[in-house]
């Protein structure tokens, strides 16, 4: 099963985007939701994650600002982020971790720029 990431874009400083990851077909055991990031020569950090649902968690720099939320029928996971600055812009990628292993979907590309 691949996921499909999509959502991102340029956009000026203090917009917001809502990105969106959904599954290519049946994909089921998932137990953690993840966004994360990769800006140029830096690693990929987790921004957010959704754990059974209902238990959220950030990274510092997001808090306040992102919000992860699901799709229990599609099996989506989606990230708004409001209040975007130039330190947001960076390929993002969604992570299911299942029972299985992990699954990535590929980067969608935010950019902040004025």
């Known amino acids: 099963v691949q996921l499909q990431a999509s959502g991102g874009g340029l956009v000026q400083p203090r917009e917001s985007l809502r990105l969106s990851c959904v599954p290519q077909g049946i994909i089921s055991g998932i137990r953690v939701m993840s966004w994360y990031r990769q800006s140029a020569g830096n690693e990929r950090d987790l921004v957010a994650s959704l754990t059974a649902g209902r238990y959220r968690t950030y990274a510092d720099s997001v808090k306040g600002r992102f919000t992860i939320s699901s799709d229990s029928r599609k099996n989506a996971v989606y990230l708004q982020m409001d209040s975007l600055n130039h330190e947001d812009t960076a390929l993002y990628y969604c992570?299911?971790?299942?029972?299985?292993?992990?699954?990535w979907g590929q980067g969608t590309l935010v950019t902040v720029s004025s």
């Open positions: 992570k299911f971790s299942t029972a299985w292993g992990d699954i």
